[in-house]
């Protein structure tokens, strides 16, 4: 498959890319000094990756290169109410939310956000994402991916962010983000 699947100037095919996989680095903006710090799974965790459920409930680690901050996550325990639960041998978890403009773990505003098109809030986890979503934005004909049904990242999108009369707003939150990405 090709980079982000494009075949024209003003085509673009969905590459069929789910949200979880931009998760596994997201860029928020740091508790303590107020710049871009990053969150990843724990690299004791690293093998956890490969499945959307155990990559968001690993262990996160939170590091700031600009200050030095760190700080740790651990899933909590399911509690009445939780939507999403991950059973395991060891017991149950409550499975992080994957939404913005807050960082699905710490809770922490995202360095990718900005307000847009009137009281919504643009955002993305990081570079690759923004790139993917401007793209998207930026395209005339859009095509869906194949065999993705409505599960990709791209057509999960709120309408405002694909309708037409909001591109021109749109495109311009997302260069001012991309120059600070
Ligand atoms: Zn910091």
Redo the contacts with the bound molecule.
């Keep these: 498959m090709g980079e982000a699947g494009e075949t024209g100037d003003d085509r673009f095919r969905d590459p069929g890319s789910r949200l979880w996989r931009f998760a596994q680095e997201i860029l928020v903006r ?1 508790p ?2 107020a ?1 871009r ?1 990053v969150v990843v799974v724990h690299p004791d965790h690293r093998e956890d990756q490969r499945y959307a459920v155990a990559l968001l409930t690993a262990p996160h680690r939170l590091s ?1 290169p ?2 030095g ?1 760190t700080d740790e996550w651990s899933p909590r325990p399911m509690r009445p109410g939780d939507r999403d639960v991950y059973f395991f041998g060891g017991g149950s978890v409550a499975v992080p939310r994957l939404t913005g403009p807050d960082d699905p773990f710490f809770g922490l505003p995202l360095w990718l956000r900005r307000p847009c098109c009137g009281g919504r809030v643009l955002w993305a986890y990081n570079a690759a994402h923004l790139e993917l979503l401007e793209r998207y934005v930026t395209a005339r004909l859009r095509e869906r991916h194949p065999w993705t049904g409505s599960g990709s990242m791209l057509e999960r999108l709120p309408a405002w962010m694909k309708a037409a009369g909001n591109r021109d707003e749109v495109l311009a939150a997302m260069r001012v983000l991309r120059a600070r990405a």
């Design positions: 740091c303590r000094c710049g710090a700031c600009g200050c901050h």
